[in-house]
Every structure is written in C-alpha cells, then in structure tokens.
C-alpha cells in the first residue's frame, strides 16, 4: 500500500524535508494590509516580522478552502497512492483540519485526518514521523504520528503578550497582567491549548527559562529551536543547550523563523523550542 502524506503550513518544515519525504503541504493565508498572501509566497519572514510592530491595521490570518485540500488528495491518488494521512494543526487554535476532514468525504476511506494537538515543528515532527514510516503502511505511518505526539514538548517565551491577547488564545485577565507588568510570558502549547506557565522580566532571564525547560526534557530524539526573526537568541540557547548537556542530542537539529501565520498571534523577537523526547 502506498501512503501519501499531507499537512498545511503552519507545520513550519523546512523544504529540504519536504522534497525529500514528498510531502504535500496545503498554505495557510496571510492577509497583510488588504493583500492576501499564501503562506510563504510574497514575503519573507525577516520583512514581515521587521513590519509587524508598526502595522497600522493588525493582519490577519484564514484557513486553506475545501478545493485547497482537495488539489493535493487528488494529486496523491492520480500518482498511485492508496491511502493519505493527512496531519494538521491543533483543532482548538484552528480550522484547518475541520476543513480537511471536509475535503476527505470527496475520497470517502481513504483519507485519514489527524489533530496533531500542536503547530509549527510541534506539528511538522508529527509529519516527519509519519512519512518516515510511510512505506511500512497506514498503521505504521499513524503510529510514528501518534508516537512523536505522546513525547513532544512545545515551550515559547514572547517578548510581549499583546499579539496573543489580540488573538483570543489566553485569558484576558492574564495578558492584561502581561501587559501592566512588562513581562515576557513564557506558555506551553500542550493537547491543542495555549497555557502561561510563567514569565521573566527581562529577555535574558526567558532565555534562561527556556534553557531550563529544554534540559528538562532530557534525551531528545527531535529538536528545533523556534523564533521570531531572533536567531542570535536561538543561536544562544542551542550553544547553552551543548555546553550544559553529556547526553546525546539530535544530529539534525532545526531552526526555524517561524511562519507569519502563527507570528502573527505571538508577535517578534520570541524564543522557543519543539522537541521529542526519547
């Protein structure tokens, strides 16, 4: 049986593993200034984050279409898949994979969709972790997707709380104090939901934060170290991470400016981290 895999941009993977897993990724829409523009295309990141800040109207952001997710299905089908799983970001932040499932009554069986509870790498290992399984069949495929999952771990320290609380996904009373205080929040995004687990009053000391919570997670089978047009801060945290750990770390580790889809909701010069542990 030949599997197909499928995500959408917000999964944040690098073209490389694209190609080289033939994965299908479905953009998300970024609507900047009354111009919509496929995730990815029309501008870069490093522009996009250095405008955010003075944007006079906030931009926004839409799910792919039905016929968005129908393209790549059919596609997959034409070139002799038997099956697609189709993996996406968490349901409670989005619509997307509602829209996917929607898109898989056309082909009725033989699409999987799946919640991956997480977005950027968080999602994208999920991804990863079923096209590597792939050629083993459909149950193989969901398991490394199910598998990756159950050991991941997302953490992010914003420089502001003011693009999350534009967004809706905290409570209000809680980026308010965010705001008051001119802190830097520190959030999980855990089972789909965003959580503020802390927060630092300087940039330094939520570096130091997300040091402590990336040694945490002990072994790690998977590492991306994800920011906001801050790569000398994600530089920073990987070479603390090596100078601190004797444990293996991944060969292959990620770094990644993340999508203006999801910055758009977490705003600039953020610092995280997706891992799988072991």
């Known amino acids: 049986m030949k599997i197909g895999v499928v995500t959408d941009s917000t999964a944040d993977l690098p073209a490389t593993l694209v190609e080289q897993h033939g994965i299908?990724?479905?953009?998300?829409?970024?609507?900047?200034?009354?111009?919509?523009?496929?995730?990815?295309?029309?501008?870069?990141?490093?522009?996009?984050?250095?405008?955010?800040?003075?944007?006079?109207?906030?931009?926004?952001?839409?799910?792919?279409?039905?016929?968005?997710?129908?393209?790549?299905?059919?596609?997959?089908?034409?070139?002799?898949?038997?099956?697609?799983?189709?993996?996406?970001?968490?349901?409670?932040?989005?619509?997307?994979?509602?829209?996917?499932?929607?898109?898989?009554?056309?082909?009725?069986?033989?699409?999987?969709?799946?919640?991956?509870?997480?977005?950027?790498?968080?999602?994208?290992?999920?991804?990863?972790?079923?096209?590597?399984?792939?050629?083993?069949?459909?149950?193989a495929a969901i398991a490394a997707a199910e598998a990756a999952r159950k050991h991941l771990h997302v953490y992010a320290a914003l420089d502001t709380m003011e693009y999350l609380k534009r967004s809706g996904r905290v409570p209000g009373v809680i980026a308010g104090l965010g705001d008051y205080l001119s802190i830097k929040p520190v959030i999980e995004l855990s089972g789909g939901e965003v959580k503020p687990i802390g927060a630092a009053r300087t940039t330094s000391q939520a570096d130091e934060r997300m040091l402590q919570l990336l040694l945490e997670v002990g072994e790690l089978e998977r590492l991306a170290i994800l920011h906001t047009n801050s790569e000398l801060r994600a530089r920073k945290l990987l070479d603390q991470l090596m100078q601190q750990v004797r444990m293996n770390v991944p060969r292959d580790i990620l770094f990644v400016n993340v999508t203006p889809v999801i910055g758009t909701h977490v705003g600039p010069n953020g610092l995280g981290f997706a891992s799988v542990g072991k």
Request: some cysteine; hydrophobic content about 40%.
């Open 24 to 139: 299908q990724v479905v953009p998300s829409i970024l609507v900047l200034e009354g111009i919509e523009y496929l995730d990815g295309r029309g501008i870069s990141r490093d522009e996009y984050y250095t405008r955010l800040p003075s944007l006079r109207t906030p931009p926004t952001t839409a799910a792919p279409s039905i016929g968005d997710f129908m393209t790549p299905y059919q596609a997959l089908f034409s070139n002799g898949c038997d099956h697609i799983v189709s993996i996406h970001a968490a349901s409670q932040l989005t619509t997307i994979v509602n829209i996917a499932e929607q898109a898989a009554k056309e082909f009725p069986g033989r699409v999987t969709c799946i919640d991956s509870g997480s977005l950027s790498l968080g999602l994208g290992f999920q991804v990863i972790a079923a096209a590597e399984e792939a050629a083993l069949g459909l149950q």
